[in-house]
């Protein structure tokens, strides 16, 4: 069982930066890949960006340039750096954890891009 909480949400002018962290626990043997969604409102959950224990990333392409996703294999945790946001940007993030058994999602962290 894998318990995921995310943190580093909050509101944030256009333009600016903020950084999501989402840290693993539990009981698990590994987990194969870590990675983020969001939902804004009236909008479907979307895919953003994902990075496996192997390093390789994959960004969805409004995000391409701006964010960047990291992991920390030793304490099981998957970071989403965020520059230059802008108000689309403004929705609930989603952490996840894959490991090889099932698909695990945090409670999610609110970020506002807003002046």
């Known amino acids: 069982q894998v318990q995921l909480v995310e943190s580093g949400g909050g509101l944030v002018q256009p333009g600016g930066s903020l950084r999501l962290s989402c840290a693993a626990s539990?009981?698990?043997?590994?987990?194969?890949?870590m990675g983020w969604y969001r939902q804004a409102p009236g909008k479907q959950r979307e895919f953003i960006a994902t990075a496996t224990s192997g390093s390789n990333t994959n960004y969805r392409d409004s995000v391409k340039g701006r964010f960047t996703i990291s992991r920390d294999n030793a304490k099981n945790t998957v970071y989403l750096q965020m520059n230059n946001l802008k108000p689309e940007d403004t929705a609930v993030y989603y952490c996840?954890?894959?490991?090889?058994?099932?698909?695990?999602w945090g409670q999610g962290t609110q970020v506002t891009v807003s002046s």
């Open positions: 539990g009981s698990f043997f590994s987990i194969s890949g």
């Open positions: 996840y954890a894959l490991t090889g058994t099932r698909n695990y």
